[in-house]
């Protein structure tokens, strides 16, 4: 009982801060698109009763339909005639009405401040479950009932958005989303060591960080890539270079890319990185402007989560 107790009040923690954690600006965001999204879901569930009231009234005029000897008994509200609704066709669509409204809400926040979430964890917690194929009347009955009554609220996606951040806020899981890749990268876990070396103005990054690309004879130029915990290590520098988690400058930003580069690349547009060197054996030699620059980053990133 202590265990429920402990993890309620857990959760009404989250809750307040999720509240106080959020911008006016996506207070605003949410307010639209739930607004928008009640209106929707109201009339498509309106137009529903429309059309079954329409089809009520062919029945009472024309009486009950054999609809296995007259499957075109709604003659008047055919396809043939023009316009033409299926109920049922409006009802998945309202289903698809939910899912978008949460997954634009998950998508705003993951986009604008850059962090990773899990849409289906929080799609499976809010959703009603869709019976399998084959499911019992009563299953199906009452999954269309819960579908029925179903209206999200913005305010309990964000609670369980916060819940995956442990209560952070949004640039604060940002940052600590950055940090965390950069210190996973640079560091073996599970031997607690460093897979690094600082050598005054440059850090050594130490096998398999760097992947040469052999070319046949005729090839100008021989290719290469960074693997990804070295564009993990290279958002890092991004972000050291500019504050933002985006738009880092051109010769960063290339770097983060799947096409293939060069073996050294110079950060003309950088005031802090000078050059990337990288080696066949996996190695990656990264050169700051100082030896106090190189380590500020060993500190503020690679070190950060240690």
Not at 10 to 32: H, P, Q, R, T, Y
Not at 64 to 73: F, G, L
Request: aromatic residues 12%.
């Amino acid at each position: 009982m202590n265990g429920m107790n402990d993890l309620l009040a857990k959760f009404d923690a989250v809750e307040v801060k999720s509240v106080n954690l959020i911008s006016e600006g996506d207070k605003l965001f949410c307010e639209k698109n739930q607004a928008a999204y009640e209106d929707a879901v109201t009339s498509y569930r309106e137009l529903t009763g429309f059309w079954e009231s329409m089809e009520k009234a062919q029945c009472d005029i024309l009486g009950e339909p054999d609809r296995e000897q007259n499957p075109i008994y709604f003659r008047y509200l055919s396809k043939e005639s023009g316009a033409y609704i299926d109920a049922e066709a409006v009802w998945k669509h309202i289903e698809k009405v939910h899912s978008d409204y949460l997954d634009r809400i998950v998508e705003y926040f993951s986009d604008s401040y850059h962090i990773g979430l899990n849409t289906d964890k929080i799609r499976r917690a809010l959703l009603p479950k869709k019976p399998d194929y084959g499911a019992e009347e009563e299953d199906i009955a009452a999954y269309q009932e819960k579908m029925e009554d179903l209206m999200l609220r913005y305010q309990d996606i964000l609670d369980l958005i916060f819940q995956q951040t442990d209560g952070r806020s949004f640039p604060e899981q940002a940052m600590y989303e950055l940090k965390s890749g950069c210190h996973k990268a640079a560091w073996d876990e599970a031997k607690h060591e460093r897979r690094y070396e600082l050598k005054k103005d440059t850090i050594r990054f130490l096998s398999d960080f760097s992947r040469y690309i052999y070319r046949h004879r005729g090839w100008q130029d021989p290719d290469w890539q960074l693997k990804d915990k070295m564009k993990a290590v290279m958002s890092g520098v991004g972000h050291y270079e500019t504050g933002r988690y985006k738009n880092f400058p051109r010769d960063v930003e290339d770097l983060l890319t799947d096409r293939n580069i060069l073996d050294v690349v110079d950060f003309e547009d950088c005031g802090k990185v000078r050059q990337l060197k990288m080696f066949k054996n996996g190695n990656v030699y990264l050169k700051f402007v100082s030896a106090a620059c190189a380590e500020k980053f060993v500190r503020d990133y690679l070190d950060a989560a240690a």
